[in-house]
């Protein structure tokens, strides 16, 4: 990793960094979805309106992002009771459940990178993963996991689309969109931002980051965490108009007899996915590099590396157990 930790981002809240009377960047940071969100945007102002509309507008446009991102946590959260994906879990194993047209299409895409990684990405997944907890170093043991592993199997969600309903095969079965669901809404707050004319912004959910246009005629810089060295970065990428997600097993994880526990799960072992330590995967849609960047990690180096270099327009910054960083073909032209 030598020659690459050159930058270091910390974000303060609230600023303010004007540039000219007229035109500014404006930032907040804030929490949701259980992880820091940060959103960052250029208000030009080449017109005649006035300093204080031109900071309501942005004020305006900070609670649409932050209301946006919590609307999707409380649509699709698993640790909130009345969410739409608490109540499908509830009940789609026990009969057809009608959903939300939102909820889904992300099924569907979902259910294609499952297709398209042959199951390495599942969200199904979730009917072991709620057996780990990771704050309190709880983890289900080889015979729950035997019990479990045949429930996880994204074949048993049955999406009807012509009565927008899912069924599951079993009443054991478990879903988590963990994997998908951050990347989904900086998706949407993106496009809500330039539905109100922003051309040029960053939102981000934790490791998901999402840019329209640049930084003031320059690349955005996102930051890939160093992956054993907290506040330390591996590398820094220069983007436009793109979108980036790092999936990390340094997120949420706990060591046990020298074993790292973390978030990350192999549907195939029910265990946590070793092989790699960090993947970034960076492309144009949100939604897809989140669900990519949980796949790849999953897949590991040699494999997950592949399924990459086959995809047009996607790119991966994989880091393996030795730390050594590893990039896809389009990124070493
Ligand atoms: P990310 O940080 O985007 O890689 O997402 C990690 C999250 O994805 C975890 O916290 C789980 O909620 C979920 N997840 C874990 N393993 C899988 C998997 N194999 N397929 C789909 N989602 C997963
Ligand atoms: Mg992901």
């Known amino acids: 990793m030598k020659g690459l930790v050159i930058f270091k981002r910390i974000y303060w809240g609230l600023l303010l960094l004007s540039t000219s009377a007229n035109a500014q960047w404006y930032q907040h940071?804030?929490?949701?979805?259980?992880?820091?969100?940060?959103?960052?945007?250029?208000?030009?102002?080449?017109?005649?309106?006035?300093?204080?509309?031109?900071?309501?507008?942005?004020?305006?446009?900070?609670?649409?992002?932050?209301?946006?991102?919590?609307?999707?946590?409380?649509?699709?959260?698993?640790?909130?009771?009345?969410?739409?994906?608490?109540?499908i879990n509830r009940e789609a194993g026990v009969k057809a459940v009608k959903i939300s047209q939102e909820l889904f299409d992300l099924l569907i895409i979902a259910q294609n990178i499952?297709?398209?990684?042959?199951?390495?990405?599942?969200?199904?997944?979730?009917?072991?993963?709620?057996?780990?907890?990771?704050?309190?170093?709880?983890?289900?043991?080889q015979q729950?996991?035997?019990?479990?592993?045949?429930?996880i199997d994204y074949a048993s969600v049955q999406l009807e689309s012509s009565k927008l309903?899912?069924?599951?095969?079993?009443?054991?079965?478990?879903?988590?969109?963990?994997g998908i669901a951050k990347g989904y809404a900086v998706k949407r707050c993106l496009a809500l931002l330039k539905s109100a004319g922003v051309q040029n912004a960053l939102v981000s959910a934790g490791g998901d980051t999402g840019l329209?246009?640049?930084?003031?005629?320059?690349?955005?810089?996102?930051?890939?965490?160093?992956?054993?060295?907290?506040?330390?970065n591996a590398a820094v990428i220069p983007l436009t108009n793109e979108a980036i997600s790092t999936s990390g097993d340094y997120e949420r994880y706990f060591v046990e007899d020298g074993v790292r526990y973390h978030h990350i799960i192999n549907p195939k072992t029910g265990d946590s996915a070793?092989?790699?330590?960090?993947?970034?995967?960076?492309?144009?849609?949100?939604?897809?590099?989140?669900?990519?960047?949980?796949?790849?990690?999953?897949?590991?180096?040699?494999v997950g590396m592949q399924l990459i270099n086959n995809l047009d327009n996607f790119e991966a910054i994989i880091i393996d157990n030795k730390q050594r960083l590893h990039f896809s073909n389009g990124l070493q032209q």
Do not use: C
């Open 29 to 87: 940071s804030f929490e949701v979805m259980g992880t820091m969100s940060h959103v960052e945007f250029w208000l030009d102002n080449s017109e005649v309106e006035k300093e204080q509309a031109i900071n309501d507008k942005a004020d305006t446009l900070i609670q649409v992002v932050k209301q946006e991102m919590i609307r999707i946590d409380q649509q699709m959260s698993p640790y909130i009771e009345q969410s739409e994906l608490s109540k």
């Open 114 to 141: 499952s297709t398209l990684s042959d199951g390495a990405f599942d969200i199904t997944y979730a009917s072991i993963g709620y057996q780990y907890n990771y704050r309190e170093q709880k983890r289900p043991n």
């Open 144 to 151: 729950a996991i035997i019990e479990a592993l045949p429930l």
């Open 165 to 178: 309903t899912v069924r599951y095969t079993s009443d054991q079965v478990k879903i988590d969109l963990g």
């Open 212 to 232: 329209l246009g640049d930084r003031y005629g320059r690349p955005w810089l996102v930051a890939i965490k160093h992956p054993r060295a907290e506040n330390k």
């Open 274 to 302: 070793r092989k790699v330590v960090s993947v970034s995967i960076i492309g144009d849609d949100p939604t897809y590099v989140d669900a990519l960047s949980t796949t790849v990690f999953v897949k590991g180096l040699t």
